[in-house]
């Protein structure tokens, strides 16, 4: 239910919520309800925004700016750890010898560039929205360590086959499968419905239609037969929307069971990534084109695809190889 709510005054719609047992109402200005409707949440949005312009005052009405998002949740977890360092400073403020304080702090506790350098960007990513929303005249420099390179490991098409044998649940079972068969992101093979499974056309629709936040790599796949045989199996036991369930509910998280099996059968490195990143190298390997497994993944952009896994193609740089023979 939402903080507020539309309501009328001598025939004007107005925007009503509750601080504490203090109730406030603010005019929209309009009789028409679709555009009082229309109105309202920039409105609510910017009339309980934080007044001030600490770090911590920005954070707050950034999440509030885009509650609802995914990015949001994760926030929650990173500003535990940047709040004690940049909460009471001015947004404005926040100089590059802060951000290398914090960086070694973290390094000191334990915690891997990788980890900073997305602690550090959603604070870059606060102070940016802050300056466009004109709430700061500014937004400084953070300095963050270099992003490092992608992990390189992929289980092969053996290793996938013992892994699944190795999981000790069906959600499991059916989760390996339903990535390493379609390539899909952790997110959204865990949020995959029953209603985006077109039985008749052998299809899956990783993104939904209805949810209209930015999803990277969500695309439209075929279903070989492996994964239609388990998902028509699934599909009779059904008891929610998710294709992935467990007892009754949906699944927010496989790291665990996955990294369990993974030990059972000598991988204990293996993720619910290396399914997609393995699916991606499996493709290069048949030789498939990379503008056909980037339509596969969901990249928007080929040269993603082209940098990754190219050298995985069995053709790849060997006319240029044979070249130079002497």
Same mark, same amino acid.
């Given at each position: ?39 309202? #949440? ?102 963050? #360590? ?94 929610? #929307? ?85």
């Amino acid at each position: 239910m939402s903080d507020w709510r539309i309501t009328r005054l001598r025939g004007e719609y107005c925007l009503t919520w509750h601080e504490g047992d203090i109730r406030r109402r603010y005019r929209l200005g309009t009789d028409d309800p679709k555009e009082a409707a229309r109105r309202a #949440p920039a409105r609510y949005a910017e009339l309980t925004r934080p007044k001030g312009s600490t770090v911590g005052d920005l954070w707050a009405s950034y999440c509030l700016d885009k509650a609802g998002r995914s990015v949001v949740t994760t926030m929650g977890y990173t500003w535990k750890a940047l709040e004690p360092y940049f909460g009471s400073i001015e947004g404005e403020a926040v100089a590059v010898a802060d951000c290398r304080a914090y960086t070694e702090h973290r390094r000191k506790a334990g915690k891997k560039d990788g980890s900073i350098h997305t602690e550090l960007g959603h604070l870059r990513s606060v102070l940016a929205w802050a300056h466009r929303a004109r709430l700061i005249k500014h937004a400084p420099h953070i300095e963050r #360590p270099s992003k490092p390179d992608p992990k390189e490991g992929y289980l092969t098409r053996s290793e996938v086959s013992r892994l699944i044998e190795a999981a000790n649940s069906p959600h499991i079972k059916l989760a390996i499968r339903l990535m390493i068969a379609t390539g899909a992101r952790n997110a959204a093979a865990l949020q995959l419905t029953w209603d985006r499974v077109d039985f008749k056309n052998r299809m899956i629709q990783l993104r939904n239609p209805f949810d209209k936040a930015r999803r990277k790599g969500r695309a439209t796949v075929p279903i070989n037969d492996t994964l239609f045989a388990a998902l028509e199996e699934a599909r009779k036991g059904a008891l929610t #929307p998710y294709v992935v369930e467990w007892a009754g509910g949906s699944v927010t998280s496989i790291k665990k069971g996955i990294k369990t099996a993974g030990a059972a059968v000598g991988r204990p490195d293996a993720s619910p990534h290396m399914l997609r990143h393995s699916a991606a190298v499996w493709l290069a390997e048949d030789g498939h084109s990379m503008d056909e497994i980037a339509q596969f993944l969901g990249h928007e952009n080929s040269r993603i695809t082209f940098k990754t896994y190219a050298r995985y193609s069995p053709g790849y740089l060997r006319r240029l190889a044979s070249s130079l023979d002497v």
